[in-house]
């Protein structure tokens, strides 16, 4: 079983930063693309940003130039740093993870999500 958890929503003010944080446990032979997505109320969830193991990271075009995406494979974490921040990136943010438990298959992987909140 893996678990995804992330950390570090909270409330920011228009123009703002906030960093999060997903880690990834359990069994875990390899992980290879990781993303974020978010869900604002009343919407879809809708894709943010995601990057390959060793890749390129690719960013919504909502985002671009605002968030970075990293990662760290010794850690099995992902990060997803976010600056000026606007009231449309109110959201609950995932993290997800394609992940080969041994089975030499990946799976995707959801955490349960934290929550970000710009003020105006």
């Known amino acids: 079983q893996v678990q995804l958890v992330e950390s570090g929503g909270g409330l920011v003010q228009a123009g703002g930063s906030l960093s999060l944080s997903c880690a990834a446990s359990g069994t875990i032979a390899n992980i290879d693309t990781v993303g974020w997505y978010r869900q604002a109320p009343g919407k879809q969830r809708e894709w943010v940003a995601h990057?390959?193991?060793?890749?390129?990271?690719l960013y919504a075009d909502s985002v671009r130039g605002r968030f970075a995406i990293s990662r760290d494979n010794a850690k099995n974490m992902v990060y997803l740093q976010m600056n000026s921040l606007n009231s449309e990136d109110t959201a609950v943010y995932y993290c997800n993870a394609a992940v080969d438990t041994g089975a030499g298959s990946y799976y995707h992987y959801w955490g349960q999500g934290t929550q970000v909140t710009v003020s105006s």
């Open positions: 990057i390959g193991r060793g890749g390129r990271p």
